[in-house]
């Protein structure tokens, strides 16, 4: 015998015992084990830690879990970047001593508007937007807004014909957003080239109040196309990330997380035993503000406000974004130009349910944010959990500087567009400490709340909202069947194709099956050693792979048969058999191979699962019905002198 010989003998061995070394975690289930032992407190035994932890992960469609597909909300992220742009043109503006009399982003949309109280004070802003963004932004020669002068005198007759025309603008399809800066309507045309239209229809309506108005010191910036495209993909990117930190920190094995077109993110969460508390924590956004309430208009009047608003106007009770943002537009007018409505909400301690909620008039400005946050960890005092917050150095010194300048005032910390609380500031807070409360009931539920919290806060504000455009939650049975079927189908098919080998094959059939077994071993064993999750669509590769292993046995035999036909000896054709039929071997797998990676690149989750455990399997294919069969008739022929093949 050759030493090229025994060695391969060698590594056909090792892969062979590796294999069974690899599986056996997966057959004897100690991963279920382990989480018990570690939920009880219990010690495993000592013959766990000789063995890896890794056990064959199984997909969405076989152990059950939790299929989305959220939306992002692109447009959002772009306004988000364009408020913090304003953000950064403020303070230089305040660094530099330039008066200004409105620096903000025109709502509903991302550009930004900057009104300067003298014209020459334009060019040292435009070299600081140049100097900074570069090409990031450009001017608009045309705003999109139409911009009217109110002619009334006095802020209660101002107050009035403005809501005049909020009410007429309201019938208007061609109007999207109408907004008032001091003594200046802005219109907000639908689309771009109907500018000139509004204004007309504006003034032929209102043109006794009303007078076109064109700033002498106003700027107006809008991102740029490269920009917009460039941030939506980071967005995309970082949804993806802070997606899958936050799942990573729940603690669920192996998620499947990819953006899919333009705009939407696919989640998969295979066997999680908490839908809601998994979905809740994905979808959280996570933003985290510091508002001061604005305490102009008494908080009774407020209330009054609020409730009056609702029901002249006949909206609902509840306190979603969606409808705050509803009663918002209606208290347009109503409220400082400056300020918006929020909401405490409270909830039944026995139902969970939303029991009310007490409006404040909150500052628009976020004086501290989200993303100045150091570390937020989950504290416990008289038996409540709360979450504690720090700052970093810049939040530190912007927190400090808040709460020294509104001593007596309230700052309200709002989660997720909802008030958490608005406490009192009694004194200046220098280290940058805050810290969030969550009320009062069960304390598992609560610790529960904020360890989730904990997650959101840690990992980052999402980029922008996500929608939730498709759920699927598979239950734990149906996985259970799907592995049942996939199970039975493979045996099926395994015990059909084996018995026809032997039958028709003899002796040559059995060891072609002894390679179909090693074959899928070292499937299962490659799964497990490199991650893989193994889905349905698995499993019919798996299937697919034992009919080609076969077929690859098949052609070896049957060019053996020919040779043997041809008067050769049995140890001449058995060599002549392997040289003249890896060829057509190696070219029928290797086109297969070919098609998985193909499938692999541009298909989704099932696709990709299937396009994986075949590549696989032709790899253990090749090596099973080449070279261990081989080295089976090198040693049965070497050691006798055969004179008839048993085939």
Known sequence: MTSRWRYQTYLAVFLTLLSIYLLI?????FGAVRERAEKQGEELPWYYSLFPEKQINLGL??????????EVNLQEALVHRSDIIVGELERFLKDKGIAYQRVAVISKTSTMEIFLNKAEDLGALRNHVREIYGNSLKELESPPVVSLKLKSEGEEAAVAKYQEILAWAKAQPKILEVDRFQDVVQILPAKQDEG???????????????????????????????????????????????????????????????????NRVVVELP?????????????????????????????????????????????????????????NEALKGKLPADSEIGFEVAYDPVTKKIAGGTPYLLKRKVEVSGEMLRNAQVSVQNNEPYVSLSFDPAGTKA?????AANVGKRLAIILDGTVSKAPQIKSAIPSGEAQITLGFGDYQALLREAEDLVVVLREGALPASL?????????????????????????????VVMVFMAVYYKWSGVLADFAVVLNVLFIFAALTLFGATLTLPGVAAIVLTIGMAVDANVVILERIKEEIAAGKTVKAA?????SNAIRAVLDANITTFLSGVVLYQFGTGPVRGFAVTLMIGILTTLYSAVVITRLVYDYVLSRRDVKKLSL
């Open 271 to 327: 066997g999680v035993s908490d839908p809601d508390r998994a979905i809740g924590l994905v979808k959280r956004a996570g933003k985290l503000e510091f508002k001061l309430v604005d305490e102009t208009i008494p908080q009774t009047q407020v209330q009054t406000l609020v409730e009056q608003t609702r029901s002249d106007n006949k909206l609902p009770s509840g306190f979603s974004e969606e409808v705050v943002d509803k009663l």
């Open 574 to 578: 058995v060599d002549a058999g392997y």
């Open 25 to 29: 975690p997966s057959v004897l289930n």
């Open 467 to 495: 929608k939730e455009a498709t759920k699927t939650v598979i239950g734990p049975s149906l996985g259970k069947s799907s592995i049942d079927r996939g199970f039975r189908a493979t045996l099926l098919a395994a015990a």
């Open 399 to 403: 927190f400090a500087d808040l709460t």
């Open 196 to 262: 000139e239209e509004v204004a007309a229809s504006a003034l032929a309506q209102f043109g006794a109040d009303l007078e076109p108005y064109r700033a002498p010191a106003a700027l107006f910036l809008s991102q740029s196309e490269d920009y917009q495209a460039r941030l939506k993909d980071e967005t995309l990117k970082q949804a993806v990330e802070t997606i899958r930190n936050r799942i990573d920190r729940h603690g669920v094995a192996e998620p499947e997380i990819r953006r899919v077109g333009d």
């Open 61 to 70: 469609d076989l152990q059950g879990g939790i299929y989305l597909e959220l």
